[in-house]
C-alpha cells in the first residue's frame, strides 16, 4: 500500500510533465526534445538553489522560470531561424546537458538533509496528525505523512489543470490553440504566431522543469542523467489519457493527462514489482508509444477491410 | 483606397524555375468598390492577393491602403485593416476548435488579446445574433467544433468572421472554387450581401466569368503577372461572358504569336 501511495504520488508529480508534452506536441504539434534538458535543469536549479539555502518555494518556482527560458530559446531557434522543431529541440537539449552541470558543480546533488517542500509536507503532517501517526486506509496501514504528501501533490496539479484550462480559454490562450490548429488563419486574424509558438514552448517546458524539481525534491536528489526518456515517458501518459477519454473538449483533454500519467506510473510499478528488469523500462516505454501512435491507423485498415467483405 | 505601385515579385530567382509572378502591377482601387480579378492559371491573380495580404514581401513597389504603407509589414499586422476569406474552406477556420471560438477570435483581429475570456455572455449573445443571418442553424451549435461542418458552412463563417470588424479592405480569393456550384451560389448571396451592407472595398480573385459579369464595378484582367485588361464604369456593365471569353482567346493567340516569332528569331540567327 505505502508502495501505491508513493507510485501515485510520484505518477502526481509526473503529471506536470504531463501536462508540459501536452501543450508542445497536442496544442501547438510541436515535437519538443527539450523537455529532456529542461527537465533535468529545473531539478538541478531547484537542488541548487535548495543547498544554497533558498527557501524551497522559491526555489522550485525559479527552476519554472529556467523551464521557460530554456522552452522560449527553442522556440526561438525555430521561429526566427526557421531550423526544424525537432533540431531546435535537440540543440537545447544538448546545450542543456552542460548547463546542468555547471548548474550542479557535479553529476548528482543529494538533498537528504535539506529543507525541502515535501520536508515542509511532512513537518504538516507531524503537526496535525502527531509525529510518525499511521492512518488505517482500508483495512491497510499508511504512515500518515504519505497520505498528506499525496494530498499536497494533488492540490499542486490540480491547481495547475485548473490554471491551465483558464488560460487556454483567455483571448491570448484561444490564439495559442488557434496557432497550433491552423497558423495562416490566426496569422490572418492579426496573431504573431512566432511569439505565440515562443510562449507555447516556454510554457511548456516551465512545467516540465516543474516537474524534474519536484521529483528531484520528492526522491531526494537531482541527477543529471535524469530527464533521459522522459520526453515519450509524457508522450505515453498523454496518449493514455486520450485512449481514456475520448471526448476532445479542452478540460477532458487536460484531466486526461493527468490520469494518464498516474495510470501510466502505477502500470510501471506493477510490471517492476512483477520483476521486470529496470533496465527494460525505457525499451518498453518507447515500444509502448509506438504501438499506441500506430494502432489506430491499422484499426482503421482492419475495419475498412471488414466492410468490403 | 488601395493603391499599389509598380509591384515586382519573383519566386525562385536565379533557378530554372524563376517565376515572373508580378511584374509591374500598379493599381489603385477607391474605397467601397468591388473588384474582380480574372486571369489565365498562372496569371499571378492570386499572386497579387497574397502580395497585398502579406504573404510574401515584394521585391519591389509599394503597397498603400488608406495612407498607410503597408508595404514591409508582416502579416499579421496588416490584419488589422485586411480580412481575408480563402479558397481553401479549410484555411480559414481551427477546425478542432468549436464554432464560437473560432467567430471569438475574429472578433479580435488585429486587436490587442489580453487574459479576459474569450467566451463571455455578452460576446456569445452578439454572437448568436450574427450566425442566425446565415440561417443555417448554426447558432445552437456553437459549442461543437468547426471541423465538423462542410465546407460551404465554414466557407460562410469565414466570411462572417472576415468582415465582423470592418476590414478596411476585402480579401477574396477564389473563395467558391472549391464548392458545389449550389452551395457556390449561396456563399456568393451572402458575399453580396455583406459586401454592400457594409460598403466594403473587395478585392475578390476568381476563375469563374459569371461572378465577374454579376459582380461589382470592376473587372480586372491578368495575364503572365501583368494587368492586361481594367474595365470599369459602364463599360463593366456591358461587360458579357462571351466578351470575356473572347478577350481570354485573344490574348491566348499572343501568346502562341510571341512563341513563334521566338522560335523564327532562334532559327534565323541562331
Redesign the interface.
Known sequence: MTLLIGSITIGLILALLALGIFISFRIFDFPDITAEGSFTFGASIAASLIVAGINPVAATALAFVGGMLAGAATGFIHTRFKINPLLSGILVMTALYSVNLHVMGKSNVPLLSQNTLFTWFEDFSNNISGKDAVVNLIGWSVPARDLWTLCFCLLIIIACSLLLFWFFRTNIGTAMRATGDNDQMIRALGVNTKVMIIAGVALSNGFIALSGSMLAQFQGFADVQMGIGMMVWGLASVIIGEALISENSLGMVIAGAVIGAVLFRLLVAIALRWGMNPNDLKLITAGFVFIALVLPGIMKKTKKIKLIQ | MLELSNLYKTFNAGTINEVNALQDVSLSIEDGSFVCVLGTNGSGKSTLLNAV?GTFITDNGTIILNGVNITRQ????R??L?G?V?QNP????????SIG??L???A????K???????TATILNELKEKVKTLNMGLEDRLES?IGKLSGGQRQALTLL??SWLRPDLLLLDEHTAALDPKTAGKVIELTEKIVTEGKLTTLMVTHSMQQAVNLGDRIIMMHQGRIRYDFRGEEKKRMKVADLLSLFDELRRKDQIDNRVAELLELEYV
Request: no cysteine; hydrophobic share 45%.
Open positions: 495580404a508582416p502579416e499579421y499586422k490584419a488589422r485586411i481575408r480563402f479549410f484555411s480559414g477556420t481551427a477546425a478542432a476548435m471560438e473560432n471569438a477570435l475574429a479580435k483581429r488585429g486587436r488579446r489580453g487574459l479576459g475570456q474569450v467566451l467544433p468572421m472576415s
